[in-house]
C-alpha cells in the first residue's frame, strides 16, 4: 500500500514532474527557499510555545521572540535561497518576528481551550476497501470547555486566500476525517481553524458528513491519477522559481 499525504498530491497538481522527481525517484537536492524556512521555524517556535503551556509553564512575548530567533540561528544554513531579490534574509527575519509578537497578543494568556495534541500524526482511510492511505502531522489539536475538538494549523504564505478558496480547501477536511476517526472523536463536533499568521487573521469553519465524503471522493480521483500516469509532464509557471529542481535538474515545461 502506497502511502500519500497532502502535500504530496499538491506537489503533483502543481506540476507532475516535480512529483516524480521528489517522490517517485527520490532525488534529494539541498536546497531550501526563505519562505520554507520562515514558515518551519514560526512553526517550531509555536510548537515548542504550546508544549510549555502545555506543561503548565507559560512564557512571556520577550521570551518566545527570542527562541524563535534562536531557532533562526541554529537551522540556518548556506542552502537557503530568496526568490524575491529586492528583500534580504533579515527581512524575511523580521517577518517572522512580527507574526509572533502578533500571535501571542492576540491568544494570550493561552487559556481558552485544553491542549490534547501537538504535531501529531495522523492516518486517514479514503476509500471503503482501505486501499489507500493517508498520513499528516496536525499542528494542534485542542479540546474547548464544552467537550468539542478544534483542529489548528498555521499557515505562513504571503497570500492571504478567499472565503471560497478556504471552503475549498482539502487538508483539513482530510484532518477531520483523521482525528475524527483515528483518535476516536466521531460523536465530537469538529472545528477546523486556519491560522494565516502573516496576516493575524483566522478563517473557521465546519464540515459535514456529506462535505467530508466529496472530499474523500475528491483524493481518490487523484491518487487514481497519480497512479495511472505514465508521463509526468513539468508544468512551467510562477512556482518553477521556488522549486529546488529548477534550473538544474529541470528547465521548465
Request: glycine residues 6%; contains cysteine; hydrophobic residues 30%.
Amino acid at each position: 500500500m502506497n502511502i500519500y499525504s497532502y502535500s504530496k498530491l499538491n506537489t503533483f497538481k502543481n506540476c507532475p514532474y516535480q512529483y516524480k522527481l521528489r517522490y517517485i525517484d527520490l532525488i534529494k537536492v539541498e536546497k531550501e527557499t526563505i519562505e520554507r524556512f520562515l514558515g518551519s521555524t514560526i512553526h517550531l517556535t509555536l510548537e515548542y510555545l504550546y508544549k510549555d503551556i502545555k506543561e503548565g509553564k507559560r512564557r512571556d512575548v520577550e521570551s518566545v521572540v527570542n527562541l524563535y530567533h534562536w531557532l533562526w540561528d541554529k537551522n540556518f544554513n548556506d542552502k537557503i535561497f530568496i526568490v524575491k531579490k529586492d528583500y534580504n534574509f533579515n527581512h524575511y527575519r523580521e517577518i517572522g518576528e512580527k507574526c509572533i509578537k502578533r500571535y501571542y497578543s492576540k491568544h494570550f494568556p493561552f487559556n481558552k481551550n485544553k491542549i490534547i495534541g501537538l504535531e501529531e500524526k495522523i492516518y486517514i482511510k479514503v476509500d471503503s476497501s482501505n486501499k489507500y492511505l493517508l498520513s499528516g502531522v496536525v499542528d494542534r489539536i485542542d479540546e474547548t470547555p464544552e467537550g468539542n475538538i478544534e483542529i489548528h494549523d498555521y499557515k505562513t504564505g504571503m497570500r492571504l486566500p478567499t472565503q471560497k478558496e478556504i471552503e475549498e480547501e482539502e487538508q483539513l477536511s482530510l484532518y477531520h476525517i483523521g482525528v475524527r476517526d483515528a483518535l476516536g472523536y466521531s460523536n465530537k463536533r469538529i472545528t477546523l481553524v486556519w491560522h494565516y499568521l502573516m496576516f493575524g487573521q483566522e478563517f473557521i469553519l465546519h464540515k459535514s458528513d456529506e462535505e467530508l465524503n466529496e472530499t474523500k471522493n475528491k483524493i481518490v480521483k487523484i491518487i487514481e491519477e497519480i497512479e495511472n500516469t505514465k508521463e509526468f509532464i513539468a508544468i512551467k509557471g510562477p512556482l518553477c522559481n521556488y522549486c529546488e529542481y529548477y534550473g538544474e535538474i529541470c528547465k521548465g515545461g
